[in-house]
């Protein structure tokens, strides 16, 4: 007894902060780094992801539910991870062109301009688990499984492509499984996914303006006024680039959708483990709205062109605010992981995951308006990641971890986009476990994690599709990104 109320003593302002955790998720999901935010438990993370066969706490429930079956009576894992990613842009020749105009592309930036486009990021994650019988036991998780946050100056090179994208989710995963052998268990659960995306991008109307002056100019040649035509047409050559006729496009769109995941945990000797987990994709259709902004120096028949209806792919582009819509499908994914206890002191691990990412081929807007859709090519491949680490008990109340990660990015030199500028990874983590009492534990993690150095040279011209809603914006540069990353997790157990 005198043991129990030590421990509620030592645990309630901990699991005050568990309680608070779904309230911190709001506000947090948008700082989430990356589109798939690969770290869900500071126990996983000392092991850069190694340690999915395991299955030591509640946090079991994302890397393998089956291993639910391990835990007694109920668990409950809280999880806070800082993220502190510093992905540096450097302008190497971003332009703009206008096809069919004769006009020469035009610079948008300056060569070696450089930047930050990420900030620090907190993402909390929550799971609980209860044994109900021998061999049933029942599981719910919250976690963050997407997000990204860019932020680009307004006035950078690649303006046209992309100014600024936030991506937000969480996932509400309850599971079950059932020990259907001493050695075997399985589980399935049901992934009920939130998503919320915003974009906005810089829209060059001084194209418009250009095209129009341009289309004058022919009609004062056709007439018999070739002075006029003259000034027209230098008139065109110096519209054309201006950014003091940058307007401006904001789309946001919010979806709820379902998926599941199925699960099993082999142990075909005491001490040794294999497990194999599933993930299914999820479709989404971000629904919300568009909102174009004109700029005040456009002259008032070159506003009446740009926001006329309906587009008939010449005089006008429809560019008013309407309903718009997102479909994203996030990708089905396949881990196989194993554990293997050498000593009573020394474990070793290793997880290998595939990821169905070729799925995603481009990103369409649809504006429910006359307006056409707006298109970034992606072509991703699909991709995988391999993880191996270990573990050393080096006192009764302190675990040991370390692991090292290497992830295949699925982003193609060709198509890499300001909105998705991943490249290949390394992660090296560190970790611990220390048992503050017979009935909780807290984990702690650290990471450093190197991106490959990533050329991007992204044009704007929705792969030829006609009619085409593009800039012809080049965002061409170089990204160089690298991440810190701290975790921490309270384990809880009754």
């Not at 997000?147 to 991506?167: F, I, P």
């Not at 483990?273 to 989404?284: C, F, H, I, P, T």
């Not at 008013?320 to 020394?346: C, E, R, Y």
């Amino acid at each position: 007894m005198r043991r129990n109320s030590r421990t509620r003593r030592v645990l309630r302002p901990l699991l005050t902060g568990i309680a608070l955790l779904p309230v911190a998720l709001a506000a947090t999901t948008a700082h989430a780094a990356g589109y798939r935010f690969g770290t869900k438990s500071a126990a996983a993370e000392g092991t850069a992801n190694a340690n999915g066969a395991e299955a030591a706490d509640a946090s079991t429930l994302y890397a393998n539910p089956a291993g639910m079956t391990r835990l007694s009576g109920w668990n409950f894992s809280g999880v806070l991870d800082y993220l502190d990613a510093k992905a540096r842009y450097t302008d190497q020749g971003a332009t703009i062109s206008l096809p069919g105009s004769g006009l020469q592309p035009r610079p948008t930036g300056t060569v070696g301009d450089s930047f930050t486009v990420t900030k620090p990021a907190a993402v909390p994650h929550l799971y609980a688990t209860y044994r109900a019988s021998e061999q049933l036991s029942y599981g719910m998780a919250l976690f963050v499984p997407w997000g990204t946050k860019l932020e680009y100056r307004d006035d950078w090179g690649g303006r046209y492509n992309l100014q600024r994208v936030e991506l937000k989710s969480f996932s509400l995963n309850p599971n079950v499984a059932w020990q259907t052998t001493p050695e075997l268990s399985v589980a399935a659960g049901v992934n009920f996914q939130y998503m919320e995306g915003k974009l906005r991008r810089a829209v060059p109307y001084a194209s418009a303006y250009t095209k129009g002056l341009l289309g004058a100019a022919q009609q004062a040649a056709a007439g018999g006024a070739p002075a006029l035509a003259l000034q027209l047409q230098q008139q065109a050559a110096a519209v054309f680039g201006d950014k003091s006729y940058d307007g401006s496009i904001a789309v946001n769109g919010k979806d709820w959708s379902l998926g599941f995941n199925l699960a099993l945990l082999w142990e075909p000797a005491a001490g040794t483990r294999l497990g194999l987990s599933y993930r299914s994709a999820v479709k989404q259709k971000l629904k919300g709205h568009g909102d174009w902004t004109q700029p005040a120096t456009l002259p008032a028949t070159v506003l009446a062109a740009v926001t006329g209806s309906p587009y008939n792919g010449t005089t006008a582009l429809d560019h008013n605010d309407s309903d718009a819509s997102v479909s994203v499908t996030t990708p089905d994914s396949v881990s196989l992981h194993g554990f293997h206890q050498v000593t009573p002191t020394i474990a070793v691990m290793a997880d290998y995951t595939w990821t169905h990412d070729s799925k995603l081929k481009q990103l369409r807007i649809d504006f429910t308006s006359t307006t056409p859709d707006s298109i970034t090519p992606e072509h991703w491949k699909d991709s995988s990641q391999v993880s191996v680490g270990a573990q050393w008990k080096a006192l009764p109340a302190l675990l040991l971890r370390a692991g090292y990660s290497r992830d295949l990015s699925p982003v193609p030199s060709a198509t890499r986009s300001p909105a998705l500028p991943d490249a290949h990874r390394s992660w090296a983590a560190l970790g611990a476990n220390w048992a503050v009492t017979d009935s909780a534990s807290v984990d702690m993690s650290f990471g450093k994690v190197r991106l490959k150095d990533a050329a991007m040279n992204a044009t704007d011209d929705g792969e030829g599709e006609t009619p085409c809603n593009c800039s012809f914006g080049t965002a061409r540069g170089n990204f160089n990104t690298k991440a810190t990353l701290f975790g921490v997790q309270l384990n809880v157990k009754y």
